[in-house]
């Protein structure tokens, strides 16, 4: 039972970790893209492309993962976030055009 309980606390743990983080991201992203003068209506456009991206990539990765054992878990993790590190980099410090960068912030947040 305690062993159990200690499960449950782990996955509620992770559970509120993981959608702070998700909230607090997303309202980043709605104040970046506010400040590199997109409206409202276009960041909730994007917002939903990158929810709805979200919802098919996640278990696409996840079940690479099951399929792929050899690969551990934290090494794809670390691989991701290089990735997403390197863009939000490209984002933050270089001028791009309004299309790029809205493919590149659906690339980082999905």
């Known amino acids: 039972m305690k062993k159990v309980l200690c499960l449950d606390l782990k996955y509620t743990a ?5 959608y702070a983080t998700f909230c607090a991201t997303m309202s980043y992203a709605s104040v970046f893209l506010l400040d590199r003068g997109f409206n409202n209506s276009e960041i909730g456009a994007v917002l939903s492309i990158v ?3 979200a919802v098919f990539s996640q278990p696409m990765l996840a079940s690479f993962a099951d ?9 794809m993790v670390c691989y991701v976030m290089l990735i997403v590190i390197a863009l939000s980099a490209i984002v933050y410090f270089l001028s791009i055009l309004e299309v790029v960068l809205l493919i590149m912030v659906v690339s980082i947040f999905s």
């Open 67 to 75: 399929d792929h054992i050899e690969i551990p878990i934290n090494k």
């Open 51 to 53: 929810s709805m991206i």
């Open 14 to 18: 992770c559970q509120v970790f993981y």
